[in-house]
C-alpha cells in the first residue's frame, strides 16, 4: 500500500514562486513515475509535469514549461513541484500523482496513474 500527501499549498500572490512537496509512505519500492497535476471546479484534472523514477528524464506540459521544476528525493520518498511566476489562473488544487508501471517512463495523463495525493489547495491573488 502507498499513500501520498501533499504539502507547500495556500496562499500566494501574483509573480510569486511556488514549492510543493509530495510525501510517499508505504510501499514505496513499488513507485516509479511520479506526476504533478491540477483541477478547477467544473474542469479536467490538468496534467502539469512528470518525472521519471531516477529523476532523469522529466516532461512539462506547455503551460508550464519555462517556469516550472519537477524533482524528486528518493532518499525522502518525496517529490516536488515549483511553479515559477504565478498568476491568479494557477489557483486551483494541486495533485501529485505515480506509477507502479514499471515500464512506464513517464507519465503524461491521469489514466497512468496507479496511486494520487488528496490534493492541495493553492490559491493566487492579484
Known amino acids: 500500500q502507498v499513500q501520498l500527501v501533499e504539502s507547500g499549498g495556500g496562499l500566494a500572490q501574483a509573480g510569486d514562486s511556488l514549492d510543493l512537496a509530495c510525501a510517499a509512505s508505504?510501499?514505496?519500492?513499488?513507485?516509479?513515475?511520479g506526476a504533478w497535476f491540477r483541477q478547477v471546479p467544473g474542469k479536467e484534472r490538468e496534467f502539469l509535469a512528470s518525472?521519471?523514477?531516477?529523476?532523469?528524464?522529466?516532461y512539462y506540459a506547455d503551460l508550464v514549461k519555462g517556469r516550472s521544476t519537477i524533482s524528486r528525493d528518493n532518499a525522502k520518498n518525496t517529490l516536488y513541484l515549483t511553479l515559477n511566476n504565478l498568476k491568479p489562473e494557477d489557483t486551483a488544487v494541486y495533485y501529485c500523482?505515480?506509477?507502479?508501471?514499471?515500464?512506464?517512463?513517464?507519465?503524461?495523463?491521469?489514466?497512468?496513474?496507479?496511486?494520487w495525493g488528496q490534493g492541495t489547495q493553492v490559491t493566487v491573488s492579484s
Open positions: 500523482a505515480a506509477s507502479f508501471d514499471g515500464r512506464l517512463i513517464l507519465i503524461k495523463t491521469a489514466y497512468e496513474c496507479d496511486v
Open positions: 508505504g510501499r514505496t519500492s513499488s513507485v516509479y513515475a
Open positions: 518525472s521519471s523514477r531516477s529523476g532523469g528524464s522529466t
